[in-house]
């Protein structure tokens, strides 16, 4: 009997998800009028984890871009929004997109700087590029210098239309940089970054342009980093240089993906949301949870470089069908 | 004269810079890793100086801290980091950023986000006059010529002896270094060793010359980064190098306005990475 094999994308599972998540998105865009103000708040925060999660993990995990320096685009993203909407009076939800568009504008050409990097030496040359900026800016005495300014474009909104307001903007966000991710991973560009990912060299001699791809992910992924940034001013109502531009949010970003699982979506998504409560317990013990969170790190890396989330699943299954898999056609009975 | 000043300054500083980047220049050598907490052990050696010395004295606490660093720094690689190698190049980079974020915060716990420095008495005051308008301090010379030394002492340890021509062998073929019965775990410990060593004695001068923080690792690092790529990856000598032309950008910066300093620096790094990539002094090929 000849065996006969079927290519598909996904597993049974993806057959249903489609409503499921109709249905979750629908509750989430409902949840203001449902939850109070505290929840609200809870969810933008989360969501804004799961943004940088997802979008630090297209980067490296995809990409093959490992970077410690993406806090240079949270900055820029946050620093446009307070300079648009504040300065230049445009309305602040518009002024989140075009915060976003400005992002891929500087991501562009300095992306051309950090190429020329590999490796380690790429990571920490990120980091340098966002000290730079952060230098720059405290320079900038319109936009507060080192002490920071605060977001005023919401000023004249009540708290629960100002809040209910921000939510769904994050809600927005997520849902964008998701679907993105999601479509971009089904794409020919998804295709070649996986096969960058796994050995540049080889996907280079069949015909991939590693540079050109790898460009495009890192300004679609910075724009993504804008909009985390504005999001944040949004909830904080004010924006400082050092902690816009604190290399902490690489280290929440690596931890988050790394626990979660780099190289998947639903790993980061995982890691986020596993990040989320994990901090919301440990925030008390000040400097021991971030000791907690490096060795937790350390452990998972050495032991389970699959994440949580490969562990779990065990890599059978997928709740975004990106991937091709094989499987038997006609299986025989008691084989 | 007064550019002068900023340019033997600048020189001297360069020697620090150069001290806290060869072990970093050494340890991605040999393994290809980027130590990500280079900066923070180097300020983690500065604290235990400090802590050390409210006991003893100044001498003894470096003595005793720096094999303890080495000591660390050979276990760190065997216990942890050896283990990370086979599973591709993010792992390590993981790992040593997570040392980062541990160190910082060990620190933070013992000793507060104060400022501190390594006190060297008069020593750190002591200066010599060589004209009207120009002075050397002690300790900026002496942190220079511990640089030089240094950069010399590791040549040297590369080129003539079994351990460094085994250091070699494993850096260029791991394979053939087993084949010829290099054990090359052994000898990534001993990398890491020297490396650490280096970031300790680095630590120790920067301590003895500004005041520090446990957020200040990262800073060292930076400055330890832009040095070796100034200077041309794998090149010892191109680290002395970068870390100099490094401090000279940043006196200069500095003297135009006191805030431009560390900025000044960035820019002369993002200069050579668009015209010269490849750094000042690159590794020959074949030599």
Request: aromatic fraction near 12%; proline fraction near 3%.
């Amino acid at each position: 009997m000849t065996i006969t094999y079927a290519v598909s994308r996904g597993t049974k599972i993806n057959k249903i998800l489609p409503f499921v998540f109709t249905a979750l998105t629908i509750a989430l865009i409902a949840l203001p009028k449902v939850f109070a103000i505290p929840y609200q708040v809870k969810f933008v925060q989360a969501f804004i984890l799961i943004i940088l999660a997802t979008m630090w993990n297209l980067l490296a995990g995809f990409g093959g871009l490992v970077s410690i320096g993406q806090q240079a685009f949270i900055g820029i993203g946050a620093y446009s929004l307070v300079y648009l909407a504040d300065i230049q009076g445009i309305n602040p939800f518009i002024g989140l997109v075009l915060a976003a568009v400005i992002c891929g504008v500087f991501a562009f050409p300095l992306s051309f700087l950090v190429f020329r990097l590999s490796g380690g030496y790429f990571a920490i040359g990120t980091w340098v590029i966002a000290e730079i900026i952060k230098l720059f800016v405290v320079q900038v005495t319109v936009l507060g210098g080192g002490s920071g300014i605060s977001f005023g474009a919401f000023a004249g909104m009540g708290r629960e239309t100002r809040i209910a307001a921000i939510y769904w903007s994050a809600l927005a966000a997520i849902f964008l940089t998701l679907l993105s991710t999601i479509l971009l991973m089904r794409s020919k560009l998804g295709l070649a970054l996986t096969a960058i990912r796994d050995d540049q060299t080889a996907a280079g001699v069949l015909g991939v342009n590693v540079l050109r791809n790898r460009r495009t992910v890192f300004v679609l992924v910075s724009m993504g980093f804008g909009l985390a940034g504005g999001l944040v001013t949004m909830s904080n109502l004010r924006v400082q240089p050092d902690d816009i531009f604190s290399v902490n949010y690489s280290a929440i970003m690596i931890f988050m993906v790394v626990i979660g699982g780099l190289g998947t979506i639903e790993g980061p998504i995982f890691g986020a949301i596993f990040y989320y409560f994990l901090q919301d317990r440990l925030k008390d013990y000040g400097t021991w949870y971030l000791i907690i969170l490096g060795l937790l790190g350390i452990a998972i890396v050495s032991l389970a470089p699959e994440g949580l989330w490969g562990w779990i699943s065990r890599n059978k299954v997928s709740f975004f069908a990106t991937k091709y898999r094989i499987s038997q056609m006609n299986k025989e009975k008691g084989a | 004269m007064i550019w002068t000043n900023a340019i033997i300054q600048g020189l001297l500083t360069g020697g620090l810079y150069a001290l806290l980047a060869c072990g970093l220049s050494l340890i991605f050598g040999v393994m290809r890793i980027v130590n990500l907490s280079h900066g923070d052990f180097s300020i983690l050696a500065a604290y235990g100086v400090v802590a050390l010395a409210m006991h003893t004295n100044l001498i003894l606490a470096i003595v005793l801290v720096l094999p303890v660093m080495a000591l660390l720094g050979y276990l760190l690689q065997r216990g942890v980091l050896n283990r990370s190698l086979s599973k591709g190049a993010l792992t390590p980079l993981l790992i040593t950023f997570a040392f980062s974020i541990i160190i910082q915060n060990i620190l933070l716990q013992i000793f507060s986000s104060d400022n501190r420095s390594v006190q060297s008495g008069r020593f750190a005051s002591m200066s010599f006059k060589i004209s009207k308008n120009l002075q050397i301090g002690a300790l900026p010379l002496f942190t220079f010529l511990v640089g030089v030394l240094l950069t010399l002492g590791l040549h040297y340890f590369l080129t003539h002896s079994r351990v460094g021509r085994a250091l070699r062998a494993s850096s260029d073929d791991p394979g053939a270094a087993d084949l010829v019965g290099i054990n090359n775990r052994h000898i990534y410990g001993i990398a890491t060793a020297i490396g650490l060593f280096a970031a300790g004695i680095g630590g120790v001068l920067f301590g003895m010359r500004t005041q520090f923080a446990p957020s200040f690792g990262p800073i060292a690092l930076i400055f330890a980064f832009e040095s070796v790529i100034i200077g041309g990856l794998g090149s010892l000598w191109g680290t002395l190098i970068g870390g100099i032309v490094l401090g000279i950008g940043q006196s200069i910066g500095a003297q135009i306005q006191p805030s431009y300093g560390v900025l000044a620096g960035h820019l002369v790094f993002i200069a050579i990475l668009i015209f010269r990539p490849q750094g000042l002094m690159p590794k020959q090929k074949g030599k």
